[in-house]
């Protein structure tokens, strides 16, 4: 079975950093690209970043492009965001979703919540 | 970056009626290798969006075929033939042709 589970999540104050892991399951995860989306509170899905399966390719948002760092470790299994600079409008939860064959996001983790607020 | 426009923001439907979604892209989503990466996806309260469509029509795996997905270009409708209960929710166009992935605004579904 496809497992994603997000963490790494919580409060933290505006222009500080966090930093997000996705830990995969079920499948050959250095086979797929990796999604972040985003979704702020009562609001639609925003799409983050997104990483090939082996790294090469790395597209960004461009509200989050300069501040926001999206990478994975093969071995172990694990995406990451790394998120600098934190503002207010970064507050959401964050979802990571594989990308399958055709470009599609067809499994989706539960998602985890960031707030930035002082 | 693409612009997906979703109508209508919301649909109130009775169980059994049939229903389309639209979403128009502000450029053709023909990829260069012939394929148009439209996908369509359902969030129900709550949970995590689950993909219904991609590649324009094609049928997820275990997704009722009361949902079909048509268009090309720039124009695409996501029809549900006879909604259940278990189909109220946001559903989300969503484009991967060019990048940044970009999302439409989203089609809340509820009940009449």
């Known amino acids: 079975e496809v497992q994603l589970v997000e963490s790494g999540g919580g409060l933290v104050q505006p222009g500080r950093s966090l930093k997000l892991s996705c830990v995969a399951s079920?499948?050959?995860?250095?086979?797929?690209?990796m999604n972040w989306i985003r979704q702020a509170p009562g609001k639609g899905l925003e799409w983050v970043a997104y990483?090939?399966?082996?790294?090469?390719?790395?597209y960004y948002a461009e509200t989050v492009k300069g501040r926001f760092t999206i990478s994975r470790d093969n071995a172990k299994n694990t995406l990451y965001l790394q998120m600098t600079s934190l503002r207010s409008e970064d507050t959401a939860l964050y979802y990571c979703?594989?990308?399958?064959?055709?470009?599609?996001?067809?499994?989706w983790g539960q998602g985890v919540m960031v707030t930035v607020s002082s | 970056d693409v612009v997906l426009t979703q109508t209508p923001p919301t649909l109130s439907a009775t169980i059994g009626q049939s229903v389309s979604i639209s979403c128009r892209s502000s450029?053709?989503?023909?990829?260069?290798?012939?394929?148009?990466?439209l996908n369509w996806l359902l969030q129900r309260p709550g949970q995590p969006p689950q993909l219904l469509i991609y590649?324009?029509?094609r049928l997820e795996s275990g997704v009722p075929n009361r949902f079909s997905g048509s268009g090309s270009g720039t124009d695409f409708t996501l029809k549900i033939s006879g909604v259940e209960a278990e189909d109220l929710g946001v559903y989300y166009c969503?484009?991967?042709?060019?990048?940044?992935?970009?999302f439409g605004g989203g089609t809340k579904l509820e009940l009449k």
């Open positions: 969503v484009q991967s042709t060019h990048a940044p992935w970009t």
């Open positions: 990483i090939s399966s082996g790294s090469s390719y790395i």
């Open positions: 450029q053709s989503l023909l990829h260069s290798n012939g394929n148009t990466y």
């Open positions: 979703a594989r990308q399958g064959v055709f470009r599609y996001f067809d499994y």
């Open positions: 079920g499948f050959t995860f250095s086979n797929y690209g």
């Open positions: 590649l324009v029509s």
